[in-house]
């Protein structure tokens, strides 16, 4: 039915003289060749001032790290001490702008961690968030401001 369709619609093309176009697809950069290399996949966020964020753990460096995008520049922005193999998660208050990441530490089991950035230091938000190992990190922020997490329990498999 679809070759029919699509013969039917050449044909009515070639008798009543429509325009085709053939395009290619092809990527195009966008902007300036600005980039941080990880070693394992980071997230990004835009804070309301417009200041573009990524979060992600450097194997290298051993630790998780904050970068901000200001005037064409990365810049490291703060640290969190650990290890992780998943890619952790940051959330970017809209009202506030306020910076929170979630992250999985395995130094301490491979338990969940929420941090808050203050300045240029990240502050543990209490401790371990959970008992055992998690996957699937994601944190976001409502309208009112209130931080909501969510991860996978990888030992009690929900």
Known sequence: M????????????????????????SLVPFGTSNFIQYSLPSEMEIAPNGKLYTFAYNSDAMAFQLHSFT???????????????IKPAIAISKSTGKVSVLIR???DGGKA?????????FVAV?????????SGLSIAFDAADN??????????AS
Do not use: M, R
């Not at 009515?12 to 003289?17: I, K, Q, R, S, T």
């Not at 209490?126 to 998690?134: D, F, R």
């Not at 931080?147 to 009690?156: F, G, K, L, Q, S």
């Open 113 to 121: 961690k929420v941090y808050t950035l203050v300045g240029s230091s």
């Open 71 to 85: 005037s064409g520049t990365w810049s490291l922005t703060a640290t969190i001490i650990g290890s992780s193999n």
């Open 2 to 25: 679809k070759q029919f369709l699509l013969k039917t619609l050449c044909v009515a093309g070639v008798l009543f003289g429509v325009n085709t176009i053939h395009a290619q697809c």
């Open 147 to 156: 931080e909501y997490i969510a991860y996978t329990d990888i030992a009690n």
């Open 105 to 107: 530490d395995n130094n």
């Open 126 to 134: 209490g401790g371990a968030i959970t008992t055992g190992s998690v």
